[in-house]
């Protein structure tokens, strides 16, 4: 399988506890988005990368969430100290930026339960 | 506040007929516009897309129509198919200055009845 994977597909954790979410792109993509989406909710930006550089940071990634790309290759999304309200489908999702044009491939998510 | 909204939380047609899903924006500066379907527990997939240098952009039974004026797009499948019900979620990118990242609409839930 050639498409973005994700990895867990499911996390239940308490509240307070860390946890660490990884993407790995379609392997020529040079760009890696990470977005979340709530219930009733159309996925929401979060930050993204070209190649190792993270470039933009949402305003909803606070200080408890931070994100890598080591080597332009996989992504680690972690979030500190959980809350009820980080509770969420975090999306990964890759493009190859070659001009004009921005059709993003999306994994299949991972789901957060925070309890 | 909302930039891409989709006002229609659900739609329900017959299998072979038309159906229009709508999308409105209020953001000048996007200039590019996608289509994804969502099913349950799968990430969104792209559908069809357009730039705004055009009006309309059609691959097989997706066309998708943008008036730029009135700053609203539409999604027509022709003709529906029990499998195209999902979550339709229409998104837009300014390229120029957001990095090309997406702003999704809330989705729309289209069931396609037998």
């Known amino acids: 399988d050639t498409g973005v994977s994700q990895d867990p597909r499911h996390k239940i954790t308490k509240r307070g506890q860390n946890v660490t979410f990884r993407c790995d792109p379609i392997?020529?993509?040079?760009?890696l988005y990470w977005y979340r989406q709530t219930l009733g909710q159309g996925p929401e930006f979060l930050t993204y990368?070209?190649?190792?550089?993270?470039?933009?940071k949402s305003r909803l990634l606070s200080d408890r969430f931070s994100a890598e790309r080591p080597k332009g290759s996989f992504s680690t999304l972690e979030i500190q100290r959980t809350e009820q309200g980080d509770s969420a489908m975090y999306l990964c999702?890759?493009?190859?930026?070659?001009?004009?044009?921005?059709?993003?491939?999306f994994g299949p998510g991972t789901r957060l339960t925070v309890l | 506040d909302q930039q891409v909204k989709q006002n229609s939380p659900s739609l329900s047609v017959q299998e072979g007929r038309i159906s229009i899903l709508n999308c409105d924006y209020t953001?000048?500066?996007?200039?590019?516009f996608l289509w994804y379907k969502k099913y349950p527990a799968e990430g969104p997939t792209f559908l069809i897309s357009?730039?705004?240098?055009?009006d309309k952009n059609e691959d097989g039974r997706f066309t998708v129509f943008l008036n730029k004026s009135a700053k609203h797009l539409s999604l027509h499948i022709v003709p529906s198919q029990p499998g195209d019900s999902a979550v339709y979620f229409c998104?837009?990118?300014?390229?120029?200055?957001?990095?090309?990242?997406?702003?999704f609409g809330e989705g729309t839930q289209l069931t396609v009845n037998p």
């Open positions: 999702a890759s493009t190859l930026l070659l001009g004009f044009g921005n059709e993003q491939f």
């Open positions: 392997s020529e993509h040079n760009r």
């Open positions: 990368f070209q190649n190792e550089a993270q470039l933009e």
């Open positions: 953001n000048s500066m996007f200039d590019y």
């Open positions: 357009i730039s705004s240098i055009k």
């Open positions: 998104a837009a990118a300014g390229w120029e200055t957001s990095g090309s990242r997406l702003t």
